[in-house]
């Protein structure tokens, strides 16, 4: 018996498939604008100022805690999971990956909102992090069961998806992702063999997932005088070109260049760097030397590094650490976001409750008045932290 012919219906059937696979796997249905390709080149890694800006920090796999965050922030609403954040622009800072069962939730969420976000005027924007990047190289020592059993998960959907294409001779051949990955992993339990081979399918560079989900975000991005980057940012990173190693990830991530980046795999890689985010007695002096490499860059925004006081700052407000280790993976901390206003002139951490960690330890910014700045950590200025429950 032949295979159907689907006249004239092949984009539809496919989108089809596509949607039935995405709500499977995810929960969600993701607009049709939310394409499984990426582009050739990214935008350029400068962004305009924002009337409202939001950094998020690391999520690592815990779902409910990024509703937390998303909502706390103003950007969504809770209940709906849509995007109710008007223009606001938002960035996660990376990390999505690993640590948690929730990986992919995770990125098919921000994928929607994306979308939705563009739609009202906003953005949302993820960066890739060391953990993105690991992931794409093949090194899982971070990722859990619940992780591995969330991608086996998918295998069997998008297989599914596969074979449902294939019955239609009008699509065009499907490639198959899981072609020439091994089966069998020597030296791991049997029980996770079938979620490595998934995972390894969905994130190596060309990888469905990784190419959907990845290899589109920046690694480095400047938002007005704000700029972002997972890990840290040094002198060589700079001159070397912010766009240029976006554009050197990207290329990895979506057409498999078998040279992997080095700004991203070095020993003090942007993903990978913690100068600026451990401790609090930072080099401030190469850090304003590095920012003075950026035009109007006032201040980097990280995460990588787990602050267990919450969100804060250092080197005079030009050091902003916002990873609060919130996933119940590494740390189980209180969800908090940073909102940057008035053209980058006014901030407040944003928390989700109090608990005895913070107890007494308000953190506060206050409007510099003479140099437009912002003043850090200061104690007895005016309390501008805001408690919400989300």
């Given amino acids: 018996m032949e295979a159907p012919t689907c006249a004239n219906l092949p984009h539809s059937l496919s989108a089809f498939i596509d949607a039935f696979v995405d709500f499977s796997v995810s929960g969600l249905f993701l607009p049709s604008s939310a394409t499984a390709t990426a582009s050739p080149s990214l935008p350029p890694a400068r962004l305009p100022p924002a009337s409202r800006l939001v950094a998020i920090g690391d999520l690592h ?75 794409v190289a093949r090194s899982f020592r971070y990722v859990t069961p619940a992780g591995l059993e969330e991608f086996r998960n998918w295998a069997t959907w998008y297989r599914t998806g596969l074979a449902m294409k294939r019955l239609c001779l009008d699509l065009p051949p499907q490639r198959d992702p899981f072609k020439g990955v091994p089966k069998s992993f020597p030296g791991i339990k049997p029980e996770y063999w079938e979620g490595f081979h998934a995972r390894i399918a969905a994130l190596r560079p060309t990888g469905p997932i990784t190419t959907r989900f990845l290899s589109s975000n920046h690694t480095i991005l400047v938002v007005g005088n704000s700029v972002f980057v997972h890990g840290g940012l040094l002198q060589k990173h700079v001159e070397y070109g912010l766009d240029r190693i976006n554009q050197d990830v990207r290329n990895w991530m979506a057409t498999n260049e078998p040279k992997q980046p080095m700004f991203v795999f070095e020993r003090d890689a942007v993903v990978w760097l ?53 996933s119940k993976g590494c740390g189980d901390g209180v969800p908090e976001v940073l909102e940057i206003t008035e053209g980058g002139r006014d901030a407040r951490i944003l928390t989700a409750s109090w608990n005895r960690v913070y107890e007494g330890k308000k953190r506060a910014w206050e409007r510099e008045k003479d140099v437009g700045g912002l003043a850090w950590l200061v104690r007895d200025s005016v309390v501008k932290e805001v408690e919400t429950k989300a």
């Fill in 274 to 326: 913690r100068a600026f985010s451990d401790g609090f007695n930072c080099d401030c002096t190469k850090l304003e030397e590095v920012l003075g490499l950026i035009p109007g860059a006032r201040r980097l925004i990280m995460g990588h590094t787990i602050q267990t006081e919450g969100i804060n700052a250092v080197c005079g407000d030009q050091a902003v650490r916002v990873d609060v280790g919130l």
């Fill in 61 to 135: 796999g815990d779902f409910q805690k990024s509703i937390q965050s998303l909502s706390l922030a103003g950007l969504i609403d809770p209940a709906s999971l849509r995007w109710v954040g008007g223009s606001s622009v938002a960035v996660q800072v990376g990390d999505v990956l690993d640590r948690g069962g929730d990986e992919l939730r995770i990125l098919y969420l921000i994928r929607r909102l994306q979308t939705e976000a563009e739609m009202s005027g906003g953005r949302l924007l993820m960066l890739n992090g060391n953990h993105e990047t690991m992931n």
